[in-house]
């Protein structure tokens, strides 16, 4: 089974990219062509006359538009057009993009998932009601490539896309399987999104569950079982948000989703920016944050974030699918806009982004690009 790819022209928002510190570390972020997005040892199943289907064109998002950064929530309903027509209502994008974060995702794996996949006191009625949630929405947004059903007490999910079968029954228990950890993993390892889960119990509240296989210099281990505010304490300016952030989350406990944008900039286009480098890697060729004025390549990274609430159980399902922006892609609009956006960042929020010491650089070179 071949996916179509997308052509070179609109490849910025994809992960296909080589930059310079990517090609000392792309046997980490393989290209999809090794085969890499089929998993051994799950249940195949027949090519499917549905597979020849296209996958739709990745969708574009521009939150550093508007020339000023800002940390509000900036929260909006997942029914908002922002021009990329029925993409823009799914929680879960399959794109063109697709076997560049299933590929991610195996690379990942091989790895050793410990380093991106953690959890802390969850709950079996919590992850029933959200898997469930998952699968469904992958069923109904994509009857296409995906189709969900329930035979006695065992449920089947068929992602044609990639050939398999995931099989579990009504405790969430995987069946037939070899190679997932749970069914969380099976089916975060079927979506581009890296997927978390906001617990509360009573007036507390942590995260219990992150499968994050494109962490932006950050690690899901630091962040497991703690709740909003020491999650986000390295963040910067975000010190009234954290003193007050109970009433925001209670918000969020409705059957609602919501989508927020967050983005920085880099200097590749690689999806998995673990603070911890991979055995055998440079760090510096890790990092992604090294601008040459003298060879210039830089990349916004936008992350498109949904938050959909459980109030049955007390939960939110957080998801996060990041894009690449090639910034002499952009128009000069654009590109004024984003100069002015780095202006009004704070030095506390330049330094957290890795941006401070190139700040001058970086913006001396966007007026001229």
Known sequence: MRLMRPPASRRSSTTSSISRNDKEASKHNPSPKAGL????????????????????????YRPFASGRYTIAPGLHALTTDFGNGPADQYIFQLDEAYPDFIANKAACRREGMQKYYVQARERPDTLRAITRFIAQRLAEDYPEHCALQKTGDVYELTNRLRGLRIRWDNDGQLLNNKVYASLWDALADQVPEDLALWQTVGEEDYLSTIHLCAPNHWAPADKVGKPFSLVHQPVAEMET??????????????????????????????????????????????????????????FVRIERQTLTGFPEVGAVLFTIR??????????????????????TMSEATLRYKGLFEQREQILAWLTVV
């Not at 249940?43 to 064109?57: E, F, K, N």
Request: net charge neutral; proline share 11%.
């Open 37 to 60: 997005w089929y998993t051994p040892g799950s249940i195949s199943c027949p090519p499917d006359a549905a597979t020849s289907v296209p996958l739709a064109t990745a969708a574009q």
């Open 241 to 298: 948000l954290r003193r007050r952030y109970l009433p925001m989350l209670r918000s969020l406990l409705k059957p609602n989703t919501w989508v927020r944008f967050a983005w920085g900039l880099g200097t590749d286009t690689r999806l998995n920016h673990h603070p911890q480098a991979p055995s055998g890697l440079a760090p510096e060729a890790w990092s992604g944050r090294s601008f040459e004025p003298a060879d210039p390549q830089l």
């Open 322 to 343: 990041t894009y690449f922006e090639d910034v002499q892609q952009l128009s000069f609009t654009e590109r004024q806009a984003l100069a002015q956006a780095v202006e």
